[in-house]
């Protein structure tokens, strides 16, 4: 089970950290994801990190802004977004696979003014 939480609504240059806490599975072994949807569009990966944290990917339109990092000990992804746009206006969805897929059920942002 993946649970997200710390969505919310934000003004343009604020800041948000959504949490996804993991159970039911081998955390430590998941690589882990966040994926974004905006209405009307296609989900987006937004940002990955390898199992033990020594790899970490962004999309282009994130990078500089947004921190993906992981606390093994307490089975939590976070992803960490500052100088929000209203383009990362979406549901963020964490996602994990350790050979098996799973995700959670979603936490909405919103960015507006």
């Known amino acids: 089970q993946l649970v997200e939480s710390g969505g919310g609504l934000v003004q343009p240059g604020g800041s948000l950290r959504l949490s996804c806490v993991v159970s039911g599975f081998s955390f430590n072994a998941a690589y882990m994801r966040w994926h974004r949807q905006a209405p009307g569009k296609e989900r987006e990966l937004v940002a990955t990190i390898s199992s033990a944290a020594a790899t970490k990917t962004y999309a282009d339109s994130v990078k500089g802004r947004f921190t993906i990092s992981r606390d093994n000990t307490k089975n939590t992804v976070y992803l960490q977004m500052d100088n929000l746009k209203t383009g990362d206006t979406a549901v963020y969805y964490c996602?994990?696979?350790?050979?098996?897929?799973?995700w959670g059920q979603g936490t909405q942002v919103t960015v507006s003014s």
């Open positions: 996602n994990a696979w350790d050979g098996n897929e799973y």
